[in-house]
């Protein structure tokens, strides 16, 4: 008899799981910046807390963006997360959300719709300074940066009709949606990507290979990095990235400013394609004091 209750008892526990894993992004608040209509809207928030999920949606019409201020709607919903393979996926206000993140100072959450992102930093970091008076937008400081990229080559291939160029330049500079990918026969070993600082940094974060909020097998059939070299204003940094689309954290030296250059050294093999894809290189600066 115990034997039957204690077999019927393992059974509930694999169909009724008691608890459900629980990430570091959970229990946290989170700053991000977006663009709406090319005007960049700071200070926005989002926050998860007990499976509930509140969240200011930016919005704006001509006559707050011509005197430059902006509001938010802010929602409040259930929110359930999800996995296929090695992705996470998080459904909320009727939309479902790929995430990605570092420890629990990064969440970004990337609509599979429109692949519209949400790119957050945790609101009490070293990379966020918020003003005294919430009104006062403008003066948020959000350490986020990605622009000015250049590279040693770009795939590009033809798609109904259009012609794509992998350079891993988007519409905006934080959203995850096209990828940087070589053109060099083979593996792209020794292919470099370039970003140029705007200030001093301390950390670069890095989304290794092809992540699609829609497409996750992009990035098993395609090759991803494996060692990199880093090459900065204050030495060189040869990091090994491990296989897997969550964001990674590499410090750099402090007061790292100038070009930093990405190379890629060694790979993992993708199931289809050749080419190696990196989706995300950001840098993280302090804020002022």
Same mark, same amino acid.
């Given at each position: 008899?115990?034997?039957? $209750?204690?077999?019927?008892?393992?059974?509930?526990?694999?169909?009724?799981?008691?608890?459900?894993?629980?990430?570091? &992004?959970?229990?946290?608040?989170?700053?991000?910046? =977006? &663009?709406?209509?090319?005007?960049?809207?700071?200070?926005?928030?989002? /926050?998860?807390?007990?499976?509930?999920?509140?969240?200011?949606?930016?919005?704006?019409?001509?006559?707050?963006?011509?005197?430059?201020?902006?509001?938010?709607? =802010?929602?409040?919903?259930?929110?359930?997360?999800?996995?296929?393979?090695?992705?996470?996926?998080?459904?909320?206000?009727?939309?479902?959300?790929?995430?990605?993140?570092?420890? *629990?100072?990064?969440?970004?959450?990337?609509? $599979?719709?429109?692949?519209?992102?949400?790119?957050?930093?945790? /609101?009490?970091?070293?990379?966020?300074?918020?003003?005294? *008076?919430?009104?006062?937008?403008?003066?948020?400081?959000?350490?986020?940066?990605?622009?000015?990229?250049?590279?040693?080559?770009?795939?590009?291939?033809?798609?109904?009709?259009?012609?794509?160029?992998?350079?891993?330049?988007?519409?905006?500079?934080?959203?995850?949606?096209?990828?940087?990918?070589? *053109?060099?026969?083979?593996?792209?070993?020794?292919?470099?990507?370039?970003?140029?600082?705007?200030?001093? $940094?301390?950390?670069?974060?890095?989304?290794?290979?092809?992540?699609?909020?829609?497409?996750? *097998?992009?990035?098993?059939?395609?090759?991803?990095?494996?060692?990199?070299?880093?090459?900065? /204003?204050?030495? =060189?940094?040869?990091?090994?990235?491990?296989?897997?689309?969550?964001?990674? /954290?590499?410090?750099?030296?402090?007061?790292?400013?100038?070009?930093?250059?990405?190379?890629?050294?060694?790979?993992?093999?993708?199931?289809?394609?050749?080419?190696?894809?990196?989706?995300?290189?950001?840098?993280?600066?302090?804020?002022?004091?």
């Amino acid at each position: 008899m115990i034997r039957k $209750t204690v077999l019927y008892f393992c059974f509930l526990l694999l169909c009724f799981p008691i608890f459900s894993e629980a990430y570091p &992004f959970e229990e946290n608040a989170y700053i991000y910046e =977006i &663009f709406y209509d090319d005007f960049p809207n700071p200070g926005f928030t989002f /926050s998860l807390k007990k499976n509930t999920i509140t969240m200011e949606f930016p919005e704006m019409d001509q006559r707050m963006q011509e005197e430059s201020n902006f509001i938010s709607e =802010i929602k409040t919903d259930d929110y359930v997360i999800s996995k296929y393979k090695d992705f996470i996926y998080l459904t909320a206000f009727g939309q479902k959300y790929m995430v990605l993140y570092y420890e *629990d100072l990064v969440c970004v959450l990337v609509n $599979t719709a429109d692949y519209t992102t949400y790119f957050g930093l945790k /609101s009490d970091s070293e990379y966020i300074k918020l003003p005294d *008076d919430r009104k006062r937008l403008r003066e948020v400081w959000i350490g986020l940066d990605s622009y000015r990229i250049s590279c040693s080559s770009a795939l590009r291939e033809k798609i109904s009709g259009q012609w794509i160029t992998y350079d891993g330049k988007n519409k905006y500079s934080w959203q995850i949606c096209k990828p940087w990918c070589e *053109d060099k026969k083979g593996s792209g070993i020794d292919e470099w990507i370039s970003k140029r600082l705007a200030y001093k $940094t301390n950390r670069i974060l890095v989304v290794n290979g092809y992540v699609d909020a829609i497409n996750p *097998d992009y990035y098993y059939n395609n090759e991803r990095a494996k060692s990199i070299e880093l090459r900065t /204003s204050e030495g =060189i940094v040869l990091q090994t990235l491990e296989d897997t689309p969550q964001i990674q /954290s590499i410090e750099l030296p402090p007061n790292t400013t100038g070009d930093v250059k990405l190379t890629i050294k060694s790979v993992y093999k993708g199931r289809k394609y050749k080419d190696t894809c990196i989706s995300g290189y950001y840098f993280c600066f302090p804020s002022p004091k």
